[in-house]
Nanobody, 125 residues
Framework: QVQLVESGGGSVQAGGSLGLSCAAS????????MGWFRQAPGKEREGVAS????????AYTDSAKGRFTISQDNAKNTVYLQMNSVQPEDTAIYYC??????????????????WGQGTQVTVSS
């Protein structure tokens, strides 16, 4: 049974930094497409960053480029999202997602089979 557990959310002031972690268990595939998504109140869920556990390829949404970094520690089965220079518009619930058996990266929520419970990130101005 695949489980994804996010941690690291919280409150931070604009311009600050916050790191999120996603611990995965139960994934047997040698390649998994992992993604970080977020959903603000009244808005659709959007892809923030994605990484391939196969070759480390990454993808970012435009608003995250240069500020956020997605990384992985395969030995710990954990994916991270380091968020720097956060802004109030980054406030949302952040979700980790996994698509075992996929070799690429994707910012679309379609195709991701498993989701974490989400962690709240609040950025104050």
């Amino acid at each position: 049974q695949v489980q994804l557990v996010e941690s690291g959310g919280g409150s931070v002031q604009a311009g600050g930094s916050l790191g999120l972690s996603c611990a995965a268990s139960g994934i047997i595939s040698p390649s998994t497409q992992m993604g970080w998504f977020r959903q603000a109140p009244g808005k659709e869920r959007e892809g923030v960053a994605s990484i391939s556990t196969y070759n480390g390829a990454t993808a970012y949404t435009d608003s995250a480029k240069g500020r956020f970094t997605i990384s992985q520690d395969n030995a710990k089965n954990t994916v991270y999202l380091q968020m720097n220079s956060v802004q109030p518009e980054d406030t949302a619930i952040y979700y980790c997602a996994a698509a075992p058996g996929m070799y690429g990266v994707s910012l679309s929520p379609n195709g991701y089979n498993y989701w974490g419970q989400g962690t709240q990130v609040t950025v104050s101005s």
